[in-house]
């Protein structure tokens, strides 16, 4: 059984080198001029991670920038080689004159994230079958009971879970997205939120998550994974 690196832990190995831990996984994102620089960029990531690479990374390809995601696929969790994995990359990647380094301004409106849909529900049994059906979603690898998240097997859609309701709510709107970003950003993330109109909810478990809303009282949550290791 391969040992489950802590979030501090894996957060803390390669944070100087650009990479952000988002929801069981590792995150960068490189900036390039051209779709095929981008390509070169993955190329090059790919060839650093050797055999490992379908088993470990993806790469999300753009004219602007590459987004390069690990995470054992066998596992659905990060695991050692992930570590190992990353700093190969980061020192690839250096080797072209560019860095694994979330950008914000200059042209990026965000760096790296990752989004979940959240249901609320009574049984969330009944619930979960349709929504699996209706998504064309499947189970997370090690993840399969009644109750546990569904994915897109193709990784194009964010994930849902569902939330245990302990009475029902009608008048709580009873789908909120939570918005996945780097522990760093956070802060900035929600002043940005509060200026467009938002309120602050709660703050009961910040930094795991806050809970805010709009002006109608729509809520979503900016989390991290800060305030979640026991």
Not at 37 to 53: I, K, N, S, W
Not at 144 to 170: C, K, N, S, Y
Request: some cysteine; proline content about 7%; hydrophobic content about 40%.
């Amino acid at each position: 059984m391969e040992r489950t690196l802590s979030r501090q832990e894996a957060s803390d190995a390669v944070g100087d080198q650009g990479w952000r831990f988002l929801l069981g996984t590792l995150r960068t994102s490189v900036p390039v001029g051209s779709l095929a620089e981008a390509a070169q960029v993955a190329a090059r990531a790919v060839e650093a991670c050797g055999d490992d690479a379908d088993g470990h990374l993806n790469a999300d390809i753009r004219p602007s920038r590459v987004v390069l995601t690990l995470q054992s696929a066998a596992h659905a969790r990060l695991i050692p080689r992930d570590l190992d994995l990353a700093h190969r990359i980061s020192a690839a990647v250096s080797e072209t004159g560019r860095r694994t380094e979330p950008e914000i301004g200059a042209g990026s409106p965000r760096s790296v994230q990752m989004i979940e849909i959240a249901i609320d529900a009574m049984d969330i049994a009944a619930v979960r079958p349709f929504w699996k059906a209706i998504l064309g979603y499947a189970d997370e690898a090690d993840a399969d009971g009644p109750e546990d998240p569904i994915v897109d097997p193709v990784g194009q859609g964010p994930a849902l879970w569902f939330q245990q309701m302990d009475r029902p709510r009608p008048q709580r709107n009873r789908i909120h997205f939570d918005i996945c970003v780097p522990h760093d950003e956070a802060p900035g993330r929600i002043e940005a939120a509060l200026a467009a109109g938002g309120r602050l909810v709660s703050a009961d478990r910040a930094p795991a998550f806050w809970v805010l809303a709009d002006v109608e009282g729509n809520e979503a949550c900016v989390t991290t994974w800060q305030g979640r290791d026991s």
